[in-house]
């Protein structure tokens, strides 16, 4: 009953008990022999029925208040029971949508792996042909088929040009095609795609700072997707989808796991059929290539790429027949370089740190001379063996050999400084250059054999390197190369030279150092005139061996 008395729900009949009190106790004191001095105002009704009546009155007042309070209870709880009603609707709702956005995810990943496991069989039925026509046949089905591209534009890489050209197309007219070329360097989305080797999707691309303004550059806009298709060492080209067969735009997350997975399979599959070994004419055209005419192609890049420029591979893989690998003579420049005092430098450093440094040399010294147009024929231990002239035509292999000389010197001095900040030890190098007849092919045994140069020219300018030591100087170079140096270079002249290996003495030059590469570009014109003003004339003073270089004068000195 305390309980009861005390609980909430009980408060409007303790108010009611409590007025039945106060008017009980009102009633007894009216009824006392001595009533409180208070004056009431004489009633018609006996104080029976007036008590009565308020009794009546508080007890209906009493149900009264019951009723609501019961009232009041129903309406929370119904409250209670429709929140809770809408909240169970709701989950119930958001569930059946998540899971029939589950249901169609697995069933667009059920497709991806479909369509990925087709990818696959066609890759692998790629990865056994070396013709690239049937290749790339499959490779604009698998585009318009599996990807369901209406709009695209397959490009490949120019090694030569250093460009993207467009190679196959769909909904586009050849006129708009042809101006669709751009150099590698350009600030493009394909260009970047391919850099980058990523595949862009033009939403995402949309929010991104650099990518957002190289959406709709020129030559090509509209761009969708673009899927770069490269290998392990090399870039092939990059594939620009503007629309897509459904007219769909938004690229969705199974869509994005599919394209994915396409740039390095089909890269894979370019890489194996070596697409490169056959130059851009070649590709483009209707001409038939023969498995043989590309696997002598191929044995040429084998030769030839390691050592010598892309330009000049493009060159001879257009022309083999430009060079015998049998023995074929030829008039060249032979360059030697050698490290002063490399056996000392050696051991004061630690193994890694020669290796490091000599790596980061020869590959520095390499592009140098390959941007002369030169060719490394060998390394020799920290020696560099190079050639100019040979495999290319250069109508002044001495003058490229020196100008190569002195931009080596230029870039060891970058070099060294570079060492020196990382705290490493620097050194100097010798260059010696003779130019002349030498005999080039394909020399050494059955089991290996090597594209070089022999001849007395290669000799004598192995030695001119190695008189630097005993004079003191770091570039030697004969005659027969000087006489092909425009008048400007700085030089010392040096006279009756006794040299290993030859009975009478000659007449060396030393290259001063001073003199930069570029100085000796800047005169070219001057060079030209000069050439075809004593093209009238004898050259008198031309050394008996040397061949004639379009008719230029020894400089006077």
């Known amino acids: ?110 497709q991806v792996r479909q369509r990925f496991t087709m990818v696959m069989i066609k ?45 196959r197309w769909q909904g586009y007219s050849d006129s708009a095609v042809e101006k669709f070329s751009m150099s590698v360097e350009n ?38 997707v673009a899927i770069p298709l490269f290998g392990k060492e090399k870039n092939f080209g990059v594939v620009h989808i503007a629309a897509f067969a459904d007219g769909h735009t938004e690229i969705d997350e199974s869509e994005i796991r599919f394209l994915s997975t396409l740039p390095t399979f089909i890269g894979g599959a370019l890489a194996n059929a070596d697409i490169f070994v056959q130059t851009r004419e070649e590709l483009t055209s209707a001409k038939q290539v023969t498995e043989h005419e590309i696997a002598e192609k191929r044995r040429l890049q084998e030769i030839f790429s390691r050592y010598t420029s892309a330009e000049l591979i493009e060159s001879l893989l257009r022309n083999p027949e430009k060079i015998d690998l049998g023995g074929v003579n030829k008039t060249a420049a032979i360059m030697f370089t050698d490290i002063v005092g490399f056996t000392a430098f050696s051991s004061r450093m630690n193994p890694k740190e020669v290796v490091i440094l000599m790596n ?60 020196a900040n990382r705290g490493l030890q620097g050194f100097n190098i010798r260059v010696g250059i003779a130019t002349g007849e030498v005999l080039a092919g394909n020399i050494g045994s059955s089991r290996r054999q090597e594209f070089t140069v022999m001849g007395t020219t290669v000799n004598l300018a192995s030695r001119l390197e190695t008189l630097n030591k005993e004079l003191g100087t770091r570039i030697l170079v004969d005659e027969a190369t000087f006489v092909q140096l425009p008048r400007g270079v700085k030089h010392q002249k040096r006279e009756n030279v006794r040299i290993r290996g030859l009975d009478t003495p000659v007449t060396i030059y030393e290259i001063l150092e001073q003199v930069k590469s570029a100085k000796i570009v800047s005169i070219q014109p001057k060079l030209d005139q000069l050439a075809s003003r004593n093209n009238q004339s004898t050259d008198k003073d031309a050394l008996p061996d040397t061949p004639p270089v379009a008719g230029i004068k020894r400089p006077d000195n």
């Open 360 to 419: 980061e040399y020869l590959s520095r010294m390499t592009e140098v001379i390959l941007d002369y147009q030169g060719e490394i024929d060998k390394f020799i231990g920290d020696a560099i063996m190079a050639r100019f002239g040979v495999l290319s035509d250069l109508p002044y292999p001495a003058k490229n050999a020196v100008e190569a000389a002195c931009a080596m010197m230029e870039e060891l001095e970058l070099l060294s400084s570079d060492w």
């Open 1 to 110: 009953m305390v309980k009861l008395f005390n609980s909430r729900s009980s408060r409007p009949f303790r108010i009611i008990l409590l007025v039945i009190a106060a008017i009980a106790a009102v009633a007894a004191c009216a009824h006392a022999d001595t009533p409180p001095a208070i004056v009431i105002a004489p009633s018609p009704f006996a104080w029976s029925v007036v008590v009565a009546l308020v009794v009546v009155i508080i007890a209906l007042l009493g149900v009264f208040l019951g009723m609501v309070n019961k009232s009041l209870g129903k309406s929370v709880q119904i409250k209670a029971t429709v929140k809770k009603t809408v909240e169970d609707s709701y989950a119930r709702k958001i569930r059946n949508e998540y899971q029939a956005k589950q249901a169609l995810l697995d069933k667009k990943i059920e």
């Open 123 to 167: 890759v692998k039925n790629l990865l056994d042909t070396l013709d690239h026509k049937e290749l790339f046949n499959a490779i604009s089905n698998l585009i318009e088929v599996d990807i369901g591209a209406s709009r695209y534009v397959i490009f490949l890489v120019d090694p030569v040009k250093h460009e993207l050209y467009p190679f």
């Open 187 to 224: 600030a493009h989305a394909l260009t970047y795609a391919l850099k980058r080797k990523q595949t862009i999707y033009r939403d995402a691309a949309t929010s991104d700072i650099e990518l957002r303004k190289l959406l709709d550059r020129e030559p090509l806009s509209n761009m969708l």
